[in-house]
């Protein structure tokens, strides 16, 4: 799968563009601040509904404007699809070949991507909710099932949380009875959640081993461990028991949304031990292990995404990437440079052919 052609409007910076693109290496290339990145996020955007960067559409609108459009023309095989993406405040709609989706939910997984990007070491640096949310990602694109049982634990939680602030804002005795229907909810999807969260590991591990191994050259054991209270036979009994706890602190405090991904090198916390370097690797493992896991459960290759790659990895792990590319590794990739020669000489190094989109000024 790839995608041919990129429509722009008003989204960012840019005013208006179109780009035409190529299967394989596409390397998108121009000055810093001149809106690369940009063109990466509207394809992942198009893919995964939403800005891999900004936290509100409104903050995808060119300033000035009211409204966005992208639209996208992807192959696979012998199907072509247009997607359209509109925003006009306060509603964002997606469509397909003219349709528009009543759930953007069903969209999840038809266009995959993979973005490897700068700001991927806050899976690192930040809390537990930014990997429950990467990992959540991930799942969600290939098993429909999850992701209808996250949506509706999600909508649980923000009901029974409501519920709580409710009873002290207005000073009510807590009533059981009244979170019940939300705390079913809760315990039901959260078990669903849980389980395939456990099988994901099991499936994607080997993925991650691979990958790692193979940048780290085989010198250390890096690996993923899942920390869920779920896991205790008792949970149920903790959750319960943590009722006045709940009611003082006026939010839900036990449940599958306190998970958390341990990423461990030598069974050390990566966090605190891991030099930049490893934990470099460790990123682009994971976003490697990411792209193979999707390939073989969607039936699809992803589109990668390669965000100012060269400027932050040193020249061994740039080796190794480039390794992967002359092997074939991948579909197309889609790529952002500064410096067009460097790009220009490292595809001619791995004897790779490649399209380039040279951006020389503001859409």
Known sequence: MFIERLYIKDFKSYTEQTVELKEGVNCIVGPNGIGKTNMLDAIYLLSMTKSAFSYTEQQNVRQGEKTFGISGKFIHKDQVDTVICQFQKPKKKFSVNGKEYKKFSDHFGKYPCVLI????????????????????SVIS?????????????????????????????????????????????????????????KEFITNFLPFFDESYSFLSEGREKATIRYKSE????????????????????????????KDDFDFQLEELSLKKYGSQGQQKSFIIALKLAQHSLLKGTLSKVPILLLDD???????????????????????????????????????????????????????
């Open 117 to 136: 990007a700068p700001n991927d070491t806050d899976l690192l640096r930040e809390g537990s909710e930014i990997r429950r949310k990467y990992f959540d």
């Open 141 to 197: 694109q290939y098993d429909k099932l999850y992701l209808k049982a996250l949506i509706d634990y999600q909508r649980a939680l923000l009901q029974r949380n409501e519920l709580l602030k409710m009873f002290v804002e207005k000073r009510q005795i807590p009533n059981r009875d009244w979170v019940a229907p939300y705390d079913h909810a809760l315990w039901q999807n959260g078990q669903l959640i849980h389980q395939k969260r």
């Open 230 to 257: 779920c896991s205790k036979e008792n949970f149920k009994e903790i959750f319960e028991e943590a009722w006045e706890k709940d009611i003082v602190l006026q939010r839900t405090t036990k449940g599958i949304h």
């Open 309 to 363: 790659i060269f400027d932050k990895l040193d020249d061994n792990r740039i080796k190794k990437l480039l390794e992967l590319i002359k092997e074939k590794k991948f579909g197309q990739i889609i790529l952002t440079d500064a410096r067009p020669e460097r790009s220009r000489s490292l595809m001619e190094e791995i004897n790779t052919s490649s399209h380039f989109i040279e951006i020389e000024h503001f859409g």
